[in-house]
């Protein structure tokens, strides 16, 4: 039968996760180097019902992981695109608030971000507290947030950059 690109790409996610699972035949299961089914978060500043590619990969990484046994969380904004919040991919999704606007003081003194960056800190110490893997997505506070996070608790991630940034910047 013939292959497309989206099984391509859940090969290869298999094919990372297998290494560490003993006898390597087939009907294994997203495993880190433990034994224990891997739990991956999802940082993207969007996913469905926004349609960006930004929005679509993560949660379609979401699903292949999770029906391959891995444990999937998702931090990202509210929806743009509609008011409705989308069923989860798979797992768990905290959204956070839109960026209000604020006056010219606060954005001078940039006071906004401050706060912005303590929800942000917050919603992963819930959200990804336990996590062995953060893929983040895009670019923007959220995922620099994220990152840095990461690198404090010396959570290994992965960084995803797409063509689109210019067009969905926060």
Do not use: K
């Amino acid at each position: 039968s013939a292959r497309g690109p989206a099984d391509d790409v859940r090969g290869v996610s298999r094919g990372v996760h297998r290494f560490a699972q003993p006898g390597g035949a087939g009907g294994e299961r997203a495993r880190g180097l433990t034994g224990v089914a891997m739990r991956i978060c999802h940082v993207s500043p969007h996913l469905p019902p926004d349609q960006a590619a930004n929005a679509l990969l993560p949660a379609d990484l979401g699903r292949w992981a999770a029906a391959d046994g891995a444990t999937v969380t998702f931090l990202t904004h509210e929806p743009a695109q509609g008011s409705a919040r989308p069923v989860a991919p798979a797992g768990r999704v905290v959204h956070l608030p839109r960026r209000q606007p604020t006056s010219g003081l606060r954005r001078l003194l940039r006071l906004d971000a401050v706060r912005r960056v303590r929800l942000i800190t917050s919603a992963l110490d819930d959200v990804a507290g336990g996590c062995d893997l953060l893929h983040l997505h895009s670019n923007g506070l959220l995922i620099e947030v994220a990152a840095a996070w990461a690198r404090r608790r010396r959570i290994p991630f992965v960084l995803t950059l797409y063509g689109t940034e210019i067009w969905h910047h926060d």
